[in-house]
């Protein structure tokens, strides 16, 4: 079966410092891997995504994502935060089923500061 | 409009009342998907649409009723909620029988039962 932990559930960083958000999976097959974001009373956005071609993914607005097979682990990095980055993000892992079936962690607050 | 809609964006109702959220996608994908997100919970999945027919039903209360009624539409009945339905309502399409296993969420409806 398929499962994804976010090893954190907060994150404080400041402005203008990395940002390091962890995500290992479970998967008894090569699965697509997925982060998306989301900012308050919105819906979840697409950051980016993992499909078996390279492993180091770049998304949206300066966020890129390392797939490590023999860690298996997908953590989320940006050199530089910024104040816009404030948001819940989660790690996604693809499901098996007849439809695009996924499965979420439970997500991982980021708070920016100053 | 482009990508996925939803309405209203936010709804207050009484637990005797019934009302209907609608979620209307414009990518063309033949998958649509009803998730409840609740304060301090993962995201939970509740139903699955694959070319109109109703393929995952994740023991979701009858109080909540789903319709497809083509591709591009979907919605949820909704009638003699509890308190504890409060949540946020996402709908995601995306499109079966290919690589992409991409889900694209709609900005969700805000529910409020009193």
């Known amino acids: 079966a398929q499962s994804v932990t976010q090893l954190d559930s907060h994150v404080s960083v400041s402005e203008g410092t990395p940002v390091l958000l962890r995500c290992n999976y479970s998967?008894?097959?090569?699965?697509?891997l997925f982060w998306y974001v989301q900012h308050p009373n919105k819906g979840l956005q697409l950051l980016l995504k993992y499909t078996s071609a390279a492993t180091l993914v770049k998304g949206i607005n300066g966020f890129e994502a390392e797939f490590k097979k023999s860690e298996t682990s997908f953590h989320l990095t940006k050199p530089s935060a910024h104040m816009s980055d404030a948001a819940e993000y989660f790690c996604?892992?693809?499901?098996?089923?007849?439809?695009?079936?996924?499965?979420f962690g439970a997500g991982t607050r980021l708070a920016v500061h100053p | 409009e482009t990508g996925v809609t939803q309405t209203p964006r936010h709804l207050v109702m009484g637990m005797t009342n019934k009302k209907s959220l609608k979620c209307e996608q414009h990518l063309g994908h033949n998958a649509m998907y009803w998730y409840k997100q609740s304060a301090k919970k993962p995201l939970e999945l509740m139903f699955v649409y694959s070319l109109e027919e109703r393929v995952e039903n994740n023991s979701v209360p009858s109080r909540f009723s789903p319709e497809c009624p083509n591709s591009s539409h979907l919605f949820l009945h909704l009638h003699t909620l509890q308190p504890e339905d409060s949540a946020l309502y996402l709908c995601?399409?995306?499109?079966?029988?290919?690589?992409?296993?991409?889900?694209?969420f709609g900005p969700g409806t805000r529910l409020l039962v009193l």
């Open positions: 995601a399409s995306s499109q079966t029988g290919t690589q992409d296993e991409t889900q694209y």
């Open positions: 998967s008894s097959y090569s699965p697509s």
């Open positions: 996604v892992v693809s499901g098996r089923g007849g439809y695009n079936k996924l499965i």
